[in-house]
């Protein structure tokens, strides 16, 4: 996967690298930042603790360790390889039509915030039935088992193997999320979509209570490639694998106080799959248009981002009348990755966070007329949002 931000990473990320190369834990940390640490060890622990009975004896390769890992199984063409290629590949929808069918499994490290993997397991494997498969370095990570349920199809089958699979795992990995994708909405009225999700949920539910589990961690999404929905329920996965998440919320629920924001998510760029949101409902056309705005962004980046200007031109753009260095004439110093649009009376504003990330806002008419102070409250999260990634990365 090409980073297509790669010429502002390049501007801007590099220094991010080598200070969390050189950041001590403890040292020089605020009284928040420390607390953050202090949290998050006992937290880590606990789990740790709560996990040892589990925890399977063989150590994952070191390569992999810490890694979330995100495994994609369920029926043959069910649109396991099309999910991975259009959230993570930039695919378009519509090219999946020529995706063959997976023969083995497909695994791919994301450079993101977090770097987790994704296995796309071809559909006729049954994981339980095969001897080969290493069971305990499958699930042994921390991660979400996703099963891709074709609703466009008879899903009998399928549902049936999800039972067996969840009832597998709930034994010996009770920890590890499940998430079914309902997928290939599209083109199904509503009504039938709800239909079928409850027809799904009952079965499913049914099924584990009679074997005892009455509180499995599944949870059901109606998923589609060709609209946002797929993007929404990746999100939606990975917000559950953030540690801390509530903190990270409260930033944004904080952030959108203060700067009277309508709406402000933090993305991670390269896949749009946004990480956290503020408190305030999220709805589907604000996400879009946050999404869409990122699409904006990046691609007059790619024409502009890396340009280096010439002295001369340089020299005409702080010469008269403005006679001001060209990073005072703008409102951060990062002018390339900060912009402000309008759509309709409302502006949004983007604000690179790290090479991965990015905050995304949709802020009300008057806002803007005080961009200043909006420019100055945003500077701040960002550099919690920093201090927050480089304490919980890594741990
Ligand atoms: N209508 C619709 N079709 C989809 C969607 N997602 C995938 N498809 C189609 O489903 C077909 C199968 O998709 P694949 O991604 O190859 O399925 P798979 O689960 O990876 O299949 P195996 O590799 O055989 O296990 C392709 O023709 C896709 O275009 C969707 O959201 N809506």
Redesign the pocket.
């Given at each position: 996967m090409s980073s297509r931000l790669r010429g502002r990473d390049i501007l801007h990320g590099q220094d991010d690298d080598a200070q969390s190369s050189q950041a001590q834990p403890g040292a020089a940390l605020s009284p928040a930042q420390q607390n953050l640490t202090r949290v998050f060890e006992q937290n880590r622990h606990k789990q740790q603790k709560q996990n040892g009975a589990k925890a399977p004896e063989q150590a994952p390769e070191a390569s992999t360790k810490g890694k979330p890992r995100l495994l994609l199984m369920?029926q043959?063409?069910?649109?396991?390889?099309?999910?991975s290629s259009v959230v993570f590949h930039k695919l378009p929808p519509s090219e999946?039509?020529f995706?063959e069918?997976?023969a083995r499994i497909q695994k791919d490290s994301m450079p993101s915030f977090m770097d987790f993997q994704v296995w796309?397991f071809?559909?006729q494997i049954d994981i339980f039935e095969n001897p080969t498969f290493d069971i305990d370095a499958m699930f042994g990570e921390i991660g979400a088992l996703i099963w891709?349920i074709d609703a466009?199809d008879d899903y009998m089958e399928a549902v049936a193997r999800l039972n067996v699979t969840i009832l597998n795992l709930q034994r010996s990995y009770p920890n590890i999320k499940i998430e079914v994708f309902i997928?290939?909405v599209?083109?199904l009225s509503d009504d039938y979509k709800l239909d079928i999700q409850r027809d799904i949920t009952i079965r499913i539910q049914d099924e584990l209570s009679d074997h005892g589990f009455e509180n499995a961690p599944v949870t059901f999404h109606l998923?589609?490639?060709?609209n946002h929905s797929i993007f929404e329920a990746f999100s939606k996965v990975i917000q559950k694998l953030i540690p801390r998440l509530g903190i990270l919320e409260a930033m944004l629920t904080n952030l959108c106080r203060t700067c009277r924001f309508e709406k402000a998510y933090l993305f991670d760029v390269l896949s749009k799959i946004y990480i956290a949101t503020d408190s305030a409902p999220a709805d589907m056309a604000s996400y879009e248009i946050c999404s869409d705005y990122i699409d904006v962004i990046i691609d007059v980046t790619e024409v502009y981002g890396g340009w280096q200007r010439s002295p001369r031109y340089r020299e005409n753009l702080e010469g008269p009348p403005w006679n001001q260095k060209l990073e005072d004439q703008v409102a951060t110093n990062w002018a390339e990755s900060c912009m402000v649009l309008s759509d309709g009376n409302k502006p949004i504003m983007l604000r690179e966070v790290d090479k991965y990330l990015a905050l995304v806002a949709i802020m009300k008419e008057d806002s803007y007329d005080k961009m200043p102070l909006v420019n100055m409250n945003v500077e701040v999260v960002v550099q919690g949002l920093k201090d927050f990634f480089e304490i919980t990365k890594s741990k």
């Open positions: 369920g043959r063409r069910s649109g396991k390889s099309s999910i999946t039509l995706l069918s997976t796309d071809p559909g891709v466009q997928h290939k599209d083109g998923t589609s490639i060709y």
